[in-house]
């Protein structure tokens, strides 16, 4: 089993960057691919960002790619999410999620394990 926390998230202008970070408790971090969804009001909860086990592989929503970029470093038991070029439509709780596999999932059902979610707001 894995907890997952998450911090980083804030207030930012249109056009700025902010950086997620999501520790993990668990010595078996790096038996685990992470994702990151996100949860705006009015919206389902939507994958964001995905990554393996090994870092070697990541995947993206389309509506961040080339903007966002997922990341892991499993000495530290962290994945992070680097956001740059932030628009006001990226505002949402940011959710980073973990599962089991050897692949990474879209689904948000597939993942069991969740963090408690981090505000990301962008102001116009």
């Known amino acids: 089993q894995v907890q997952l926390v998450e911090s980083g998230g804030g207030l930012v202008q249109a056009g700025g960057s902010l950086r997620l970070s999501c520790a993990a408790s668990?010595?078996?971090?790096?038996?685990?691919?992470m994702g990151w969804f996100r949860h705006s009001p009015g919206k389902e909860r939507e994958f964001v960002a995905g990554?393996?086990?090994?870092?070697?592989?990541?995947y993206y929503a389309d509506s961040v790619k080339g903007r966002f970029t997922i990341s892991r470093d499993n000495g530290k038991n962290t994945v992070y999410l680097k956001m740059n070029s932030l628009k006001t439509e990226d505002t949402a709780v940011y959710y980073c999620?973990?599962?089991?596999?050897?692949?990474?999932?879209?689904?948000?059902?597939?993942?069991?394990?969740w963090g408690q979610g981090t505000q990301v707001t962008v102001s116009s």
């Open positions: 990554i393996t086990w090994s870092g070697s592989t990541t």
């Open positions: 999620a973990a599962v089991m596999s050897p692949s990474t999932p879209r689904g948000e059902y597939e993942y069991p394990y």
């Open positions: 668990g010595r078996t971090f790096s038996s685990y691919a």
